[in-house]
């Protein structure tokens, strides 16, 4: 299992804290995380559920992995109900099928898949409404769509063939570049703004943020040097995310107004991830600790961060733990954990 925003990041070198201040945080002790697999879900190390989005009335939406490796889609309701899905004609090969990857307030995904129907496999994007409709489209004229992000409006966000894209309801795409070698849309908010990256031609990356008038500001926090990855933006456009420097990766808060904040979780040594960001300010994501396992945390807007862990949660492997991946405006945070095998389960935690 691969994420996308995350490709350009190397999180094994050893991460020492040097010029970003290391915030304090808190172990929480009124934690309700409620664990969940969707039917079908493997059982072995690298197979299970992952969540991706969680919306605004705490429906949740993500992959699963078969014993055969196989992707299939679902959607959580609130009351605990799952749902799984396939988009007609998905590939059931060895990680491929169907990935949603966003899930709006009326329960519409977005996401994308692995056609068959072609001589050769190639990747398209869906919208599947919340009756259980599915739409497949391509966000450009180039083979490989990866649908990503979608408002409450209806508009998706994504890439094409190295392009950004933006669908509008009635179907219409544009497509956009921020980098002369790739762009690669990671969230979209109900204005229309779109916040991701780019790849220029120095093969670096760097954050950019379109207006809905498709005006592009690009940015790095101070002392980035090796890549800036924006992964959600706000109602108001305040923008959380992802640098590396040298020594690691570190996670950004970047204002409206374009002040950006630099942060660490204290007790992280091989990086802090920013994932999500809800309309109040509030952030979630992950850091790895000493034993390399991933542990959650959520920072309020005045900065106080609060970690937290799965109970029952294993790290066989670098790079698991509690991976939480995205937070809606009551504090809901949904992702997803490993156990002792190296199996990926969902959870919810509530406040």
Do not use: C
Request: charged share 15%.
């Amino acid at each position: 299992m691969k994420t996308t925003s995350f490709a350009f990041f190397s999180l094994v070198t050893l991460f020492v804290v040097t010029g970003i201040r290391a915030q304090t945080s808190r172990p929480t002790t009124q934690d309700r995380i409620i664990t969940f697999d969707a039917a079908g879900a493997g059982t072995d190390h690298g197979q299970g559920t992952v969540p991706r989005s969680i919306n605004s009335i705490g429906g949740v939406t993500g992959e699963y992995y078969d014993s055969s490796v196989a992707t299939h889609g679902f959607v959580r309701a609130s009351d605990g109900t799952i749902t799984t899905f396939d988009v007609p004609g998905a590939s059931r090969g060895n990680g491929q099928g169907t990935f949603p990857r966003s899930i709006n307030s009326s329960g519409t995904i977005a996401g994308f898949y692995y056609d068959t129907s072609h001589v050769v496999v190639s990747v398209r994007g869906f919208v599947r409404a919340a009756d259980g409709i599915i739409t497949t489209f391509d966000g450009g004229p180039n083979p490989g769509t990866v649908a990503i992000g979608i408002n409450d409006s209806g508009e998706i966000a994504g890439e094409n063939s190295s392009h950004g894209f933006v669908r509008a309801v009635d179907g219409t795409i544009t497509t956009f570049d921020a980098g002369s070698i790739a762009t690669v849309p990671t969230s979209i908010n109900q204005s229309g703004a779109i916040t991701g990256w780019y790849v220029d031609a120095s093969f670096l990356v760097h954050g950019f943020l379109r207006d809905k008038d498709g005006t592009i500001i690009k940015f790095d926090p101070q002392g980035a040097v090796s890549g800036t990855s924006p992964t959600s933006i706000n109602p108001s456009g305040a923008i959380a995310g992802i640098y590396s420097d040298a020594l690691g990766s570190h996670g950004f808060l970047r204002d409206k107004g374009g002040t950006i904040t630099k942060s660490d979780i204290q007790g992280a040594v091989f990086g802090t991830i920013f994932a999500g960001i809800n309309p109040s300010g509030a952030i979630t994501g992950y850091f790895f600790d000493s034993n390399s396992l991933g542990r959650g945390f959520v920072r309020a807007k005045s900065g106080t961060i609060t970690t937290f862990d799965v109970p029952g949660v294993g790290a066989p492997f670098f790079g698991d733990g509690t991976i939480p991946q995205s937070i809606n405006p009551s504090g809901e945070i949904t992702g997803y954990y490993t156990d002792a095998r190296g199996t990926y389960h969902g959870f919810l935690r509530q406040r």
